[in-house]
């Protein structure tokens, strides 16, 4: 028998609202059971990190106002109660130096927003399995797992 998967909150910094309503809908199409927080910049997101308790995962947009994404992950990966946490920058940027600066600020993927609902599932279900039923997250603040 498998282990429980542990309950993770995903959160999405996303200031666009069809956006984000887009992202959730395709994440629910692909059977996501997690908790999703919609935040809708980069202060926001902060403010939620440092309230909130538990492993989190976090969906990223770079281009956001009163702090964007970029902003955002350098004071993230930058605060030793935070670092741990995985982002996923999920942006419509494809420039070169927005990849690399990403990665470089501790990114842990980059992913090119896709253009059709369909392609958007796809990449939902995908990190769905991979983020939240293969990989291990650390646990954030020593709090313990929920088994759902």
């Known amino acids: 028998m498998p282990a429980p998967r542990k309950s993770v909150q995903l959160i999405i910094a996303e200031d666009d609202e069809d956006d984000y309503f887009l ?3 395709a994440f629910q199409k692909a059977g996501l059971r997690e908790e999703l ?3 809708r910049n980069g202060e926001e ?11 989190r995962l976090v969906i990223l947009d770079l281009n956001m106002p009163r702090m964007d994404g970029r902003e955002a992950l350098a004071r993230i ?7 741990r946490i995985p982002i996923i920058v999920m942006t419509t940027s494809n420039a070169e130096e927005d990849i690399a600066r990403s990665y470089d600020l501790g990114a842990c993927s980059y992913i ?3 253009v059709t ?3 958007f599932v796809a990449a939902a279900d995908t990190l769905k399995r991979y ?9 954030a603040g020593g709090v ?5």
Do not use: M, N
């Not at 990966?77 to 670092?83: A, C, V, W, Y």
């Not at 313990?144 to 759902?148: E, H, L, M, N, V």
């Open 112 to 114: 090119h927003k896709p």
């Open 131 to 139: 983020w939240l039923e293969v990989v291990e997250l650390p646990d």
């Open 37 to 39: 927080v919609w935040v």
């Open 23 to 25: 992202t959730k809908s």
């Open 117 to 119: 609902f369909a392609d």
């Open 144 to 148: 313990t797992w929920t088994r759902i």
């Open 45 to 55: 997101l902060l403010d939620r990190l440092r309230r909130g308790a538990g492993a």
């Open 77 to 83: 990966k930058g605060d030793p109660e935070l670092r």
